[in-house]
């Protein structure tokens, strides 16, 4: 539970410092006086977001500790102790905003994000604000307050991911499927290119070696007669022949007695120069003898050249890039086949999510039916005692009627509302005056609250529109929700004040040159007078006191 609360700078509010206990706390004061503020602040320590306007003028910061006690909270212990942040004594939530907008979140002295303070306050308090029996009008708020009724909150998530899961999925697959005609007609196109291509089976360099080898074909006779040429003017043309002219000339050096060194050097020369002369003669010799030029080899080279330049102007490629069009249009293909087989995984993973959604939905369903027939039981004989007799309350299960999965289960759920005795059963929204609202808001606030795992409740004006004998009974609601745990009420009404445990204060305090909030814990007489002021004014009279000590003394009672 709450057990201390420490604002300091917060709108106001100079210093704050509260120390809470179990039961039923009243917080009480005049409008403007700030009883409000205590709240806010609370839920700024909670996580609420806030803005540099709340930081108290002439301050650089606002700051605001909640210190709670986790003995009865093994919740929260273990989210603690799942992110590190235990303690061995209470736990504190600090939340600090600065005058220039900066704003941080602290649990254990350890800074978190405002997202964990919000995670880990939801398992210390559960706030319930004058505002509330506004959103009562929306379906939504009907199937929220049900649900955490049922106990069924995680299960309606599950049941909300489920078709969310579904849906993604279908989408995914009828955008697959809307495309399938296409991919069909891409499919049968490329296996048909395909097939070409295969039976071309085109090699790697088979197209440069195919043209170089058409080329020598087609030179074929230029080429031997040249070769014969170079052969005959080397060494084999009587009338003189490089090779006769190299060995004359060599032998004429030779004959030379007493030679100078020059013409040694021009005789060694002359000797290499006759040796490459007669291995080029060889190479080209061998050449023609193994040299063919086939016809009927060149008329093959020329079909297989013509096949291929035919596909490579269909496909609009260059002949060099046919090999490479064959790997790209096998990918492609094998891309669309895999298409194909995430077609058939998706249909099988939309049945299995289907399939799960409506398992979670049926517990749901069975958690939801259950749950509301006590609920509304519940909250009919609440409202009959908060001034509405004969009144009659229902919560009505309406199965969806299209086939969609929806992720809010498998039936919409409105609440149903009769406010006098005689009338039909209405929609809440088209039944309930402002004070009817107010009082039905109450009756559900009160038996929710009791189901509730959250040990601190929190009441922010919610009498609103409630007096007379009713507002007694609002304050012994209240107060038995007190003797579970522990409550604090804002509240304007002397019934509900007088109900409670422990009385809080709320007051302004001028100075000479500003104005601050204060609070004070009333004992037995203070608390007397401030009821008894609720009751008549600011004049005090025996009777207002009087009436004011029966009402406490009988409270307690």
């Known amino acids: 539970m709450l057990v201390h609360l420490s604002v300091h700078n917060y709108a106001i509010v100079e210093h704050l410092d509260l120390e809470l206990e179990r039961g039923m706390s009243v917080i009480t004061g005049e409008t403007g006086a700030g009883k409000s503020i205590m709240l806010d602040a609370l839920g700024l320590a909670l996580g609420d977001r806030a803005d540099s306007g709340v930081v108290r003028p002439g301050a650089d910061k606002a700051d605001i500790l909640a210190t709670f006690d986790l003995v009865d909270i093994p919740e929260a ?50 706030i319930h604000s004058q505002h509330e029996h506004q959103s009562l009008l929306k379906t939504d708020t009907h199937r929220r307050l049900l649900d955490e009724y049922a106990g069924a909150s995680d299960l309606a998530r599950q049941v909300h991911l489920a078709a969310q899961k579904w849906r993604q999925t279908r989408q995914e697959l009828e955008r697959l499927s809307d495309s399938g005609d296409e991919q069909r007609a891409r499919h049968q196109l490329l296996s048909y290119q395909l097939e070409e291509l295969e039976n071309l089976g085109l090699g790697e360099n088979e197209l440069e070696q195919l043209e170089q080898e058409h080329k020598n074909l087609t030179n074929a006779e230029a ?28 032998n004429r050096l030779g004959g030379v007695s007493n030679a100078p060194n020059a013409l040694g050097e021009a ?71 895999a298409s194909d087989e995430s077609i058939e995984q998706l249909g099988e993973e939309l049945a299995a999510y289907a399939r799960h959604y409506q398992e979670k939905a049926g517990e749901l369903t069975g958690l939801r039916t259950h749950a509301a027939a006590q609920l509304a039981a519940a909250v009919e004989v609440e409202i009959q005692r908060l001034g509405m007799p004969g009144g009659r309350f229902t919560i009505e299960l309406r199965a969806n009627a299209h086939e969609d999965l929806h992720p809010n289960g498998l039936e919409q759920v409105e609440l149903l509302v009769s406010a006098n005795p005689g009338q039909p059963m209405k929609p809440l929204a088209k039944v309930a005056s402002g004070g009817e609202l107010s009082r039905i808001s109450l009756a559900i606030q009160v038996i929710t609250a009791q189901t509730s795992r959250v040990p601190t409740l929190v009441f922010d004006e919610v009498d609103v529109g409630i007096g007379g004998p009713t507002a007694e009974i609002v304050g012994q609601l209240l107060r038995r929700l007190g003797e579970r745990g522990q409550v604090l009420t804002v509240t304007h009404l002397p019934q509900v004040a007088a109900q409670g445990h422990h009385h809080l204060f709320v007051h302004k305090v001028r100075g000479s040159d500003e104005t601050r909030t204060a609070v004070s814990n009333l004992g037995k007489g203070e608390r007397v007078e401030e009821v008894a002021r609720m009751l008549g004014g600011i004049d005090l009279t025996k009777e207002s006191l009087a009436h004011a000590k029966k009402m406490v003394v009988t409270a307690k009672g």
């Not at 102790?81 to 905003?97: H, K, Q």
């Not at 941080?104 to 995670?119: A, E, M, Q, V």
């Not at 080029?280 to 079909?303: C, M, S, T």
């Open 77 to 126: 212990s273990t989210w603690l102790a799942e992110r590190d942040l235990e303690t061995d004594g209470p736990c504190i939530l600090r939340r600090v905003i600065t005058a220039k907008g900066g704003s941080r979140g602290y649990i254990n002295g350890t800074p978190c994000p405002l997202g964990d303070l919000k995670s880990l306050g939801e398992l210390l308090i559960d």
């Open 267 to 337: 005789a060694s020369m002359l000797a290499t120069a006759q040796i490459q002369v007669e291995e080029a003669v060889g190479e080209l010799n061998r050449f023609l003898d193994h040299f063919e030029a086939d016809p009927a080899r060149l008329q093959h080279i020329e079909e297989r050249l013509d096949t291929i330049y035919t596909l490579a102007r269909k496909h609009r490629v260059h002949p060099t890039e046919v090999v490479a069009l064959q790997h790209r249009l096998l990918e492609e293909l094998e891309g669309l086949n």
């Open 223 to 250: 080429l031997f007669g040249i070769c014969r040429q170079v052969i005959d003017h080397c060494s084999e043309n009587d009338s003189g022949n490089v090779l006769s002219a190299l060995t004359a000339s060599l």
